[in-house]
């Protein structure tokens, strides 16, 4: 065919029914009860939670508001976003800790979705499910002993798909089975922060974007939020910057691993493929260490594949090769099919592989979603505003953990190179 990416648009397909706010850059006011840090689910979903509890609050977005992975993402709604297995959770909380952990997992979907409802926000969530699909027979197995350790611990609605009932969750042969995670879903990410966005305006609180914070420090009882356009006296702060977190972020930066995820969308297609692909509209990811992640479109159009194919530093216009080359291997009849948006954001990551929330040197944060944040950022933020009201309800599974760095780390992945070099071997061996 013509080359597919002859007319691929360097930006999310999301963008094209949730356009980007053009930057207004707002005077800043003097003060504020609380200000945020970073205009994606998390800050939004402080701010929102600190706004309907009476507070003033100021919103610090570097760039137009949502331009981090908030308004970018794949749109996958999970009740499992933990990278760990539940038994390593165990390990490292304790039973009850881990009990506690995962069923915050599915306290962050539900917390999500009663948003939706309370905000009236139209974002076409979906609780589709969710289709793991084992990418060779063995992978049957350890997906297997999973689902009896989540029906058990947490009375999940989770089963396995054999393979001959694979074509209900996916039109493709590439699977040996897989699992079904029954209370997943999809939303369209950047409408819903579009709507968060829109009811935070409305409850009167201030978004001063293109205003990059360089520093917070003590002053009196309250806060200094120093930026490159002037400075705000906070009773409070927290932040929500997760993979775009900087240096003006003190020590979170140390923490954060920030790690690159690009998504490929095609062109339209006719309904009925689109629907024999992926039959129920759900998300698809696999048991890959190279993972992938895709699904159909909102509107049921096109299919959006998403994944890590190459190393940190790639562009989406390195990556997007690489996506349609292992979505055609899913489905060869789409190689015909031209590439409408190719973009990427950034993830942040953890050296536990674990979310944190927290305070230090006075200021909230949560962060370090490890690709799986939709529902997750949006309930930490939460938190956060619940936190900063002094409601108990704040509490999570999640305090009083250590954040770990390592040795000489300075938000500069090096390592990541190594670590997905060592996958592909992995994944290549089988
Ligand atoms: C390509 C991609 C696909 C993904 N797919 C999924 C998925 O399918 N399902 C899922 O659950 N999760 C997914 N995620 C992850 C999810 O999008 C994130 O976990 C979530 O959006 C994090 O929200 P956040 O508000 O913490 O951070 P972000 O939305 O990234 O926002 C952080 C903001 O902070 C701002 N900022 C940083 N430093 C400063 C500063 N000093 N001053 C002012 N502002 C600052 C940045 O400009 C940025 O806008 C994906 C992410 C990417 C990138």
Redesign the pocket.
């Known amino acids: 065919m013509a080359d597919p990416f002859a007319a691929t648009k360097d930006a999310p397909f999301w963008w094209d029914q949730a356009p980007r706010d053009a930057i207004a850059r707002p005077d800043i006011p003097a003060e504020a009860d609380i200000a945020v ?7 939004l979903s402080a701010a929102l939670t600190a706004l309907r509890g009476g507070k003033s609050v100021v919103v ?4 137009n508001a ?5 308004s ?7 009740n499992f ?1 933990f990278k760990l297995s539940y038994g390593k959770t165990a390990e490292m909380l304790g039973e009850a800790g881990a009990q506690q952990l995962w069923q915050e997992g599915k306290a962050s979907v539900d917390y999500l979705e009663s948003l939706l409802e309370t905000e009236q926000i139209q974002a076409h969530f979906v609780r589709s499910g969710r289709f793991l699909g084992a990418h060779k027979p063995s992978a049957m197995d350890g997906l297997r002993r999973e689902v009896g350790v989540l029906q058990e611990k947490l009375g999940a609605d989770v089963r396995m798909i054999e393979p001959a009932d694979q074509q209900d969750h996916i039109g493709s042969e590439f699977y040996h089975g897989g699992r079904f995670n029954g209370g997943d879903g999809v939303i369209h ?1 950047a409408e819903f922060h579009a709507g968060l966005l829109d009811r935070v305006r409305a409850a009167g609180g201030i978004i001063c974007d293109g ?3 360089t520093g917070i420090s003590r002053e009196g009882a309250g806060l200094r939020i120093n930026t490159e356009r002037g400075s705000l006296l906070a009773g409070q702060a927290c932040v ?7 240096g ?2 003190g020590t979170l930066e140390r923490r954060v691993i920030p790690v690159a ?3 490929i969308a095609t062109e339209e297609m006719p309904e009925e493929q689109v629907k024999r692909l992926v039959p129920r509209g759900n ?1 698809i990811i696999d048991t890959k260490r190279t993972v992938h ?1 895709y699904r159909a479109s909102h509107d049921g159009r096109r299919i959006l594949m ?1 994944g890590r194919p190459l190393l940190k530093n790639s562009t989406p216009q390195q990556a997007a090769p690489h996506l349609r080359k292992f979505m055609v291997k899913v489905w060869p009849e789409l190689a015909d099919v031209p590439i409408s948006h190719a973009w ?5 990551f953890t050296f536990d592989k674990l979310p944190h929330i927290g305070e230090v040197d006075g200021v909230h944060y949560a ?1 370090g ?1 490890l ?7 949006t309930y930490l ?1 939460h938190k956060l505003g619940q936190r900063m009201l002094g409601d108990p309800a704040g509490q999570t599974a999640l305090d009083g953990r250590s954040f770990p760095t390592m040795p000489f780390y300075q938000g500069n992945p090096w390592f990541l190179s190594i670590v997905a070099a060592y996958y592909r071997i992995r994944d290549s061996i089988g």
Not at 60 to 63: G, I, L, R, S, T
Not at 344 to 348: A, C, F, N, R, T
């Open positions: 840090v970073g205009s994606g689910y998390t800050g610090f977005e570097a760039e949502g331009f981090g992975a908030s970018r993402n794949g749109g996958g709604v999970g976003p990410p205003t990059r914070v929500g910057a997760n993979g775009y977190t900087d003006a972020l995820s690009q998504i998300m992640y998403g990427g954001g950034k993830l942040g962060c979603y690709g799986s944040g939709v529902a997750m950022s933020g």
